[in-house]
Every structure is written in C-alpha cells, then in structure tokens.
C-alpha cells in the first residue's frame, strides 16, 4: 500500500475505532449496569479510562503507526494485540486499585467490540480502497526500462489496480514484449508524446542519469508536460536531502525533486487550512463586501459584477477563474496583460487591483477545490503556452493548485512581465515554494500579503 493509501487507511481507522470503542461501552453501560448500584461518578470517569486505555495499548502495539498500515495483515495482527493487552489492561487495573467494574459490563463491552472490530476490519480496506478509485485517486503510471526490477515494479502495479493503472514499458528496444502482462514495450524517445497522449501522471525509471544521457532530457521534457518523473534504484541510501524516498513493498522509489505536497497526508492539511480560511473570509467579508463593490461597479460602468477568465490550473488543467470585474468590457481580456495605466481599468477597477480586492472573489474557487489560497498565481492559457516555450521548468509550477497570493508575488515579483527574466524569478520561488511547502510557510506568506497590501505595492495596477 503506497504512502497516501495508508494515511487515508490511518485516519479512517482512528475516527471508525473511536466511534466502535465508545458505541461497544456506551451500549454495555446502559444495558447491562444498574445506575443505582454504582457511583455516581462511575460513568464519566470509566469511560474516559476505557479510551485511554485503548490508545496506550495501540500505542504499544503500533497500531496506527505507518509501517504496520502498509499492510492489512500488520493491521488485523496489531488489532489482535491491541484488544488482548487493552482487556487485560482494564482488568488488571481494576483489580489493583479495587475499583468494582460490573462483570456483565466487560463481557457485554468486550463482545460487541471484538465482533465491530473485526467487521470494521473486513469492510474498511474496501471503503478505503473504493474511496480512492472514486476520488480520482487512481493513477496512469509507465515505466522506463523493461529489466528485473522494471518487472517486479510493474507487477506491483498490477496487484494494486485500485491505486494504479500500469500502461506499459518504455524502453531504448521497442522490439521487446514482457509475457506476464502483454505490455508493450515503447521507444524511449517517444516517452513523453506517449505519456501525454494516455494522460499518464507518473513515469517510473529504473534507468537512472547516469545510466543512459537521455533521461536527462526525458526529465526536462516530461516536466515541461506536467508528468512527474521517479526513479526506482537498489540502493536506499540516498540523501534525502536531495531527494525524496518511499517505498513500494520492498522497492525504494526517488522522487527527482522533494515535493511535500506530493503526500496526501500535506495535502490534507493544506485543504483544511485552505477552506476553513476561505470560509471564514466568506462569512465575515464577502456576504457584506459583495453587495457593496457590485453596486459601485455597475454605477460606473457597463457589464458584469464579476469577471471570469480561464486560466491554468494543477496539472495543467483549465478553469474558471473569477474576479470583481476591473476594466470595462474588451475583446482582449483574454490576451493582452494589464499594464501600468491600462485605459481599460475603470476608476473603481484601479483602487480595487491597488488594494487586491478584485481578487476576493476566488475564495469561492478554493472552495470549489480549483485554487489554494497560497500557490502560484494562475496565469491566462495563452501566457502559459507561451512562456513554457521560453522559460526553462515554467511547467513545474502547474504540478501545484494554482493561489490566490504567493511566495513569488510577496516576494516582488508580481504583476506585469515585460521582460523574461522576471518571470523566470517568478518560476524560480515558485518552485522554491513547491519543494519547501510547510503549513506554518502559508500562514507566513499570508501575513506578508495583508502587510504588502497595506504598505502598497508599485507592481500592483
């Protein structure tokens, strides 16, 4: 089980095991125990001692720690522990502080949580699993060279079709076949045309650079097209300062670049953070900020309160973009960049670009899971066309959701781009940002953007 499937795999067990712990003793308690005949206080503090009880004995066994999720057999064998110590733990204590604990009560607890336990065991690795075939979770991989451990990787894939959904080889021969799984085997130089062309997400290279001189470029392209390139190597001891390590059953897996939000588990977090920040800025701003901002702009001009625009999103992909409408309505809105003292920015539209406030609007695109609020600033799709084509590693920054402030624009580099090597100083904290993300750096970044808006900015027109 890959890393993101035993984190889903982790918090789904936590939360399921905290509802059967407390389900098995509340129905025990009110079944089986008269509230005459115990203290008054008895329920309370029982309870509480059942469920610290419980998570001291997972955290003997490891239940819930990482490893032992990579594999339901860890899981089923640390449940078994968990259970026997937990009981023999109550009991025990019981016995030694001389605390008089029902025996209908443990015997009518413990039976209903060994039977929810184990039917919890038996349909939890199938929710889990459906969940990730349903949330898109499921990804396209190939593999670069067709060689012993090329093989055994792609068997990996095979057993694990719900996560993966292994295409094929790619290899210097096209003439080779691998007989276990008829996948046939493609040129190497057609890699990422291939990969593109079948929406493959992730390619997996038991060849490394210093092997064959065309992986470099095979990296530089596959970037360039949004696909993420990992190496499968023998060796685990490489620095992880570098590079990024984990493993597939017993194969170590290197990420070319560290990307942390590559986990699902950052990934979370970072939504949370980005919805419960773009709610709050909702309920507290926008309901009263809407209103007010739409009635001027339809006083002073023609056209629609919000503007929206397609742009660029995470792995290239187009959406709705939307903002309060700045300029008056033009055929080159989706073409032409705003520039200083642009006659299409209305007076309204000025003091709304100058103070960010055009930009409100997207906390409603982060809500529907288009943006974040910090990321690289979405660009038009004719930008994007463009400067992938001039500026080196552009696309790295489409592996990311797209934010509506960033580590680049807090950093002076936002706004127009006259020159080329502005935007390749953009790209380049962008990309920064990518292989360093920390919740504590978005909190940073955000507060940077209040402090800028109210300094004010000379890029922002």
Known sequence: MNNNNSYLLKVSLLCSD????????????????????????FFLQSVIFFNLAWLLCSRITH?????????????????????????????????????????????????????LMAISRIYLTYIVEFIAKKSKLNKRI?????????????????????????????????????????????????????????????????????????????????????????????NSNMSSNFYQLEYFDNIPIVSHRPEPLHSLKNRLKKRIFDVTFSLMAIIFVLWWLIPIIGLIIKLTSKGPIFFKQERSGRDNKPFWCFKFRSMTVNKDSNTVQATKNDKRITPIGKFLRKTSLDEFPQ?????????????????????????????????????????????????????????????????????????????????KIIFMTIINIFKGEEAAY
């Open 18 to 41: 905290f509802v059967i712990v407390n389900a098995s003793y509340f129905v025990a308690y009110f079944t089986s125990v008269d509230p005459n005949t115990v203290e008054h206080d």
């Open 63 to 115: 239940l819930y720690h990482n490893n032992t999720m990579r594999f339901i057999e860890n899981v089923l064998r640390g449940t078994v522990k968990t259970y026997a110590i937990q009981c023999l733990l109550v009991v025990f204590t019981a016995f030694f502080l001389k605390v008089k604990i029902p025996i209908g009560l443990l015997l009518v607890c413990y039976v209903l949580l060994f039977f």
């Open 142 to 234: 190939a593999i670069v060279g067709q060689n012993e451990i090329g093989v055994k990787l792609a068997n990996y894939f095979i057993d694990h079709t719900s996560i993966y959904s292994f295409q094929g080889f790619l290899d210097v021969n096209p003439s080779k076949v691998h007989s276990g799984n008829q996948s046939i085997v493609r040129k190497l130089d057609d890699c990422v045309d291939y990969a593109v062309e079948n929406d493959i997400s992730e390619i997996y290279s038991t060849i490394l650079p210093e092997q064959n001189k065309d992986i470099n470029e095979l990296i530089e392209n596959a970037e360039k097209n949004c696909v993420r390139v990992k190496f499968v190597t023998p």
């Open 363 to 443: 906390f409603f695109n982060v809500i529907l899971g288009n943006m974040s609020i910090v990321g690289p600033r979405p660009h038009m799709l004719k930008h994007t066309e463009e400067y992938s084509q001039l500026v080196d590693k552009f696309m790295l920054r489409q592996f990311m959701k797209p934010g509506i402030t960033g580590w680049a624009q807090v950093s002076g580099y936002r706004g127009e781009t006259t020159e080329t090597i502005m935007m390749e100083k953009r790209i380049e904290h962008d990309i920064w940002y990518m292989e360093n993300w920390s919740l504590m750096l978005d909190v």
